[in-house]
């Protein structure tokens, strides 16, 4: 919702352990001096409109103090509860011209803005759409896995190379040796990839892995995150290493890059 509200004044704070705990907002009064005058033990109302266009009335007080100057306390207790605000979640009000018929107090709209961790990276997001999200990472937790982003060449060639270092952990080495691996995409759908070791006097060990199928049905792109992650072998399942593999791609979301993971 950034933007959508060019050209009107907004003023905006991130909430405090205490006003969490009271129920309650505080402003210095040059915060908001374009949208009140001040007047020392004075009460005010606000009418309120939330993201979801639910309506609210809160009740706001001016005081002056010697030591901290004047400021505006805004009383809101149900909206508080009702929106399970939390210290750091930023407020924005915004003014908003007054319809015909409504009372004669100021009109704001509401935003309330929370910080999530979204695929290790700290997103501010309005409070709305805080369900909309899943933080896919630790879903592995505890399990072993090895990764890395995809090149151009991989793409073209529907082949993956990994440093023998990077999977020693898995695999014993052996030149020239194919190998297969059992593997699980996101969706539940078995592979079958074949993996073959190599020993280069200029690169050292590596390994290749075949997937022209999968690597052309799920419309892999250089930089694509590759997560392959082992799983215990089944009973009556085959004697290779089992994996869970998940791609992930990179994707522009609230002016950040975002790694999300695909799901085709």
Request: charge should be positive; charged fraction near 25%; glycine fraction near 6%.
């Amino acid at each position: 919702m950034e933007n959508q509200e060019q050209g009107r004044q907004s003023f905006s704070k991130y909430l405090i352990q205490s006003e969490v705990k009271d129920r309650i907002i505080s402003f210095s009064y040059t915060d908001v001096a374009l949208f009140f005058e001040f007047q020392e033990g004075y009460l005010y109302f606000m009418n309120v409109t939330d993201s979801l266009g639910k309506a609210w009335t809160f009740i706001g007080t001016f005081y002056a103090n010697p030591e901290i100057g004047k400021y505006v306390s805004i009383k809101w207790p149900q909206f508080s509860s009702e929106k399970g605000l939390k210290a750091n979640n930023e407020v924005i009000f915004t003014e908003r011209p007054r319809c015909e018929g409504e009372a004669p107090w100021k009109k704001f709209k509401l935003v309330i803005k929370r910080k999530i961790k979204l695929f290790g990276q700290d997103i501010w997001r309005e409070l709305k759409y805080l369900l909309s999200f899943v933080n896919m990472e630790n879903q592995e937790q505890g399990k072993q896995s090895f990764s890395k982003h995809l090149t151009q060449s991989e793409v073209k060639d529907h082949i993956i190379f990994f440093s023998y270092s990077d999977v020693a952990s898995f695999f014993e080495f052996q030149e020239g040796h194919l190998f297969f691996m059992d593997v699980t995409d996101s969706l539940g759908k078995a592979w079958t990839f074949i993996g073959t070791f190599y020993a280069n006097p200029e690169v050292g060990k590596y390994v290749s892995i075949k997937w022209p199928q999968f690597s052309s049905e799920k419309g892999l792109r250089a930089n694509d995150e590759v997560i392959f992650t082992e799983r215990p072998r089944r009973e009556g399942e085959a004697p290779w290493k089992k994996f869970n593999v998940v791609i992930k791609k990179k994707i522009r979301l609230f002016g950040q890059d975002i790694w999300g993971e695909l799901k085709v």
